[in-house]
């Protein structure tokens, strides 16, 4: 899938959601991001359990947490999808998509997606005609970047509303302005006002790159078209990949929805077990962060 096939799917999915009068720039990307990623997440459970020998277990089974027994079974995409009732589905959808908040399985990062998440798709049949143009795309088939390049041209859009447009920086400016600040391996990156997350990437991706060989970085066509080098990485010890992942990068969000887009974001770009804290970076307390 290529860059130009990625923004037409998601034109496609938006102006479903635009004819259903789900117009908040916000709320739709967020109601898309939602399904995309259960989609990911049941093509994820089958490639882990097909190399997993026998041994695995799906992450949509049944699992103890705390005093309850709580099926996830019915948020497996191929599960919740066949469903003829398109009402019943969406009500499914209502009902269980926030316990994912709780799967023992999720990362940190993956369960603040779900966190207090609210299904605001307005009907079955609208949520029926989202599914069906998701549905035919093959996660699995495209490789890591293709996929975050899916969830940073979706957060883009936010960009493009003037109601929503203090969340996006430029692509341009972030490049050149990660590349002037040239963050290395062993330092902290704090962004106080992280919005989807396009700095942390840009500072996450641009660490990857210096510590890759040159043999092994690749010429890509990222977003938009535009031409970009990614590496990954090889040159870190284990040590030095564990402090990236997880200590490097921090971010805070005043609005929890865009938190959750930089959330996404962030387990795309294998960094979510970075902490993304909901903060008012401005009014929150002085000595904490």
């Known amino acids: ?17 635009w004819d259903a009068n789900v117009t908040n720039p916000i709320t739709y990307v967020t109601q898309i991001s939602y399904l995309l990623f259960l989609k990911m997440l049941e093509e994820m ?35 919740l999808t066949s469903n ?14 926030p316990q994912l908040a709780e799967h023992p399985l999720l990362s940190q ?46 957060s883009s859009d936010l960009g493009s509303q003037k109601k929503a447009a203090q969340f996006r920086t430029p692509r341009h ?56 080098r990614r590496g990954y990485g090889d040159k870190l010890t284990r040590k030095q990949w564990d402090f990236l992942q997880r200590k490097t990068l921090h971010g805070f969000e005043g609005d929890a929805d ?3 887009m930089a959330a996404m974001n962030a387990v795309l770009h294998q960094f979510d077990h970075s902490p993304l804290v909901c903060r008012d970076s401005i009014c929150g307390s002085e000595d904490t962060w």
């Open 1 to 17: 899938m290529d860059s130009g096939e990625l923004q037409n799917t998601l034109k496609r999915l938006c102006k479903v959601m």
């Open 258 to 260: 865009i938190l959750r």
């Open 84 to 97: 003829p009732d398109n009402e019943r589905m969406l009500r499914t959808l209502r009902d269980t998509l």
């Open 173 to 228: 400016l972030i490049r050149v302005i990660t590349e002037m600040v040239d963050p290395k391996i062993g330092e902290t990156v704090c962004d106080p006002a992280c919005g989807t997350g396009g700095f942390l990437i840009a500072a996450f991706e641009h660490i990857s790159l210096a510590n890759t060989s040159s043999d092994l970085i690749q010429e890509k066509v990222g977003p938009y078209g535009l031409p970009v």
């Open 45 to 79: 459970d089958t490639e882990q359990k097909e190399s997993g020998n026998g041994n695995y277990k799906t992450m949509f089974a049944k699992f103890k947490i705390g005093s309850r027994e709580v099926n996830f079974e019915p948020l497996r995409w191929s599960v």
């Open 109 to 154: 990062g993956a369960k603040a997606i779900f966190a207090n998440a609210s299904v605001v798709v307005p009907n079955g049949a609208t949520l029926r005609k989202a599914v069906d143009i998701i549905s035919p795309i093959s996660f699995q088939a495209e490789d890591a970047d293709v996929k975050g390049d899916l969830f940073e041209i979706l």
